[in-house]
């Protein structure tokens, strides 16, 4: 069974349903918890930074001493974000009677996964998936794919749970209407 279970968490709609099962599991095995919060570059995209393009000598666009600060305020609020959602994760879990630990770390989230993984010595990672598929895998990645391919370890991938039951209400209720 699986004692050591790396959960990465991160604030998608999704995690929830991820640290979830993982508590499941690790109860069930009467294993530990391990959650990660990776901060990223996805994330510091979620921060709307006004750039001021340059019309004189200088053609690239800069940023002014006050957009700095406000960026490095912005990346506070969220570092601060994910250290809540990682607390009242790992109190949850210690309420359940499972040992749990936790790190927030900024840089690559599939790269650090895998690394965290392997240093802790976990036998199994449990990773949110977003649907991505197509172009939009192609393009922007997955991290659920490359945890996949590179984990030292057993992966046990989540599908965006809440997406699914979004997807499937509209569903029935295209069936009910078109059955009216």
Sequence with gaps: MFHKIL?????????????????????????????????SGEEQSKINIPILPRQDYYPYPVMSKKTLEFNQQQWEVLEKQGLELLQSCTDEATLAGVSTEFIQSPGNPGQTICNLASTWGADLIVVGRQGLSGWSELALGSVSNYVLHNAPCSVLTMQNISKMNTESAQDESSRVSASD
């Excluded at 990465?8 to 349903?17: G, V």
């Excluded at 599991?25 to 959650?35: D, F, H, T, V, Y």
């Design 7 to 39: 959960v990465a968490i991160d604030t998608s709609a999704s995690a929830k349903d991820v640290f979830d099962k993982a508590l499941f599991l690790a109860r069930a095995s009467k294993g530990s918890l391990m959650l990660l919060h990776v901060l």
